[in-house]
């Protein structure tokens, strides 16, 4: 499906696109590699403010260039006065912001397009399903700078990989092609670098003709139900399937593949 691409903000450091019923959330900082500052943590917010538009049914989060994210922007960070000032002018916004993307009631896809370093890993991680280019290097990075994954990341990465793994990627920060985190399971899909924005934009059309309120619990039983015991988190499961089940989407999918049609959802409500 060919879709117009309609510019809906252009901020600072990123520029939001809908294209279909999807919103393209692209870091446009090359020259710093689209590293996190300030100005880049408030837009993104901003973005993923936009993005709970009903109207809008996934999300797409990438980069420019040859960078998706670098990860801090040391010269932010050492313009920063001692610890105090890291955490409350970086580190705690940067963790709201993602903590946003993980709760948006709907999928949040990284397209990771190169490089990925550090934060950047921890915000792929905060998104539902990461798709990078074969030749994307991504490496958490933190222990070459005696930094720490501050913003969740550690916990993220030991529930992607398991907790092996995960200490071998933080504690040697070294450096992974998109294919070889494919094969280990912290991405989705690993594909050839020009073919990137069009895997994820089939991608992106599957899901928006999913059902919206469907999605949005499916992600909160996984996202909140993954710690669980078996027994809470069935009861989860089962608290939020009643509440999809008010919506009449499972109505409208019955008859959808009974009249052999393709169903047509609403919107969250």
Request: proline share 4%.
């Given at each position: 499906?060919?879709?117009?691409?309609v510019v809906m903000e252009?901020?600072?450091?990123?520029?939001?696109?809908?294209?279909?019923?999807?919103?393209?959330?692209?870091?446009?900082?090359?020259?710093?590699?689209?590293?996190?500052?300030?100005?880049?943590?408030?837009?993104?917010?901003?973005?993923?403010?936009?993005?709970?538009?009903?109207?809008?049914?996934?999300?797409?989060?990438?980069?420019?260039?040859?960078?998706?994210?670098?990860?801090?922007?040391?010269?932010?960070?050492?313009?920063?006065?001692?610890?105090?000032?890291?955490?409350?002018?970086?580190?705690?916004?940067?963790?709201?912001?993602?903590?946003?993307?993980?709760?948006?009631?709907?999928?949040?896809?990284?397209?990771?397009?190169?490089?990925?370093?550090?934060?950047?890993?921890?915000?792929?991680?905060?998104?539902?399903?990461?798709?990078?280019?074969?030749?994307?290097?991504?490496?958490?990075?933190?222990?070459?700078?005696?930094?720490?994954?501050?913003?969740?990341?550690?916990?993220?990465?030991?529930?992607?990989?398991?907790?092996?793994?995960?200490?071998?990627?933080?504690?040697?920060?070294d450096t992974y092609t998109?294919?070889?985190?494919?094969?280990?399971?912290?991405?989705?899909?690993?594909?050839?670098?020009?073919?990137?924005?069009?895997?994820?934009?089939?991608?992106?059309?599957?899901?928006?003709?999913?059902?919206?309120?469907?999605?949005?619990?499916m992600k909160r039983m996984?996202?909140?139900?993954?710690?669980?015991?078996?027994?809470?988190?069935?009861?989860?499961?089962?608290?939020?399937?009643?509440?999809?089940?008010?919506?009449?989407?499972?109505?409208?999918?019955?008859?959808?593949?009974?009249?052999?049609?393709?169903?047509?959802?609403?919107?969250?409500?």
């Amino acid at each position: 499906m060919n879709t117009a691409t309609v510019v809906m903000e252009e901020l600072a450091t990123l520029r939001i696109e809908r294209r279909g019923a999807a919103a393209w959330i692209i870091l446009t900082r090359p020259a710093r590699r689209n590293a996190i500052n300030a100005k880049l943590i408030s837009d993104l917010g901003k973005a993923i403010e936009m993005s709970r538009d009903s109207s809008i049914r996934a999300v797409v989060l990438t980069g420019t260039e040859d960078a998706f994210c670098a990860g801090a922007d040391l010269t932010f960070v050492q313009s920063l006065e001692g610890s105090t000032e890291i955490v409350s002018k970086f580190l705690r916004p940067l963790t709201e912001v993602l903590g946003a993307i993980r709760e948006l009631p709907k999928p949040v896809v990284a397209a990771i397009n190169g490089h990925c370093v550090a934060g950047g890993v921890e915000t792929a991680l905060c998104c539902d399903l990461i798709i990078a280019a074969e030749d994307a290097r991504i490496a958490d990075g933190h222990a070459r700078f005696g930094l720490l994954p501050a913003i969740g990341g550690a916990n993220l990465l030991a529930r992607a990989l398991g907790p092996h793994k995960a200490k071998e990627m933080l504690f040697t920060g070294d450096t992974y092609t998109g294919t070889q985190l494919a094969e280990l399971g912290l991405v989705n899909r690993a594909v050839p670098r020009e073919n990137l924005e069009a895997v994820v934009t089939e991608l992106v059309e599957k899901l928006c003709a999913r059902s919206p309120s469907g999605l949005a619990l499916m992600k909160r039983m996984i996202n909140d139900g993954a710690s669980l015991p078996w027994p809470e988190a069935a009861e989860l499961e089962l608290t939020l399937t009643e509440a999809h089940l008010s919506t009449g989407d499972h109505e409208e999918g019955l008859a959808a593949f009974i009249e052999r049609r393709t169903p047509v959802f609403g919107s969250i409500r």
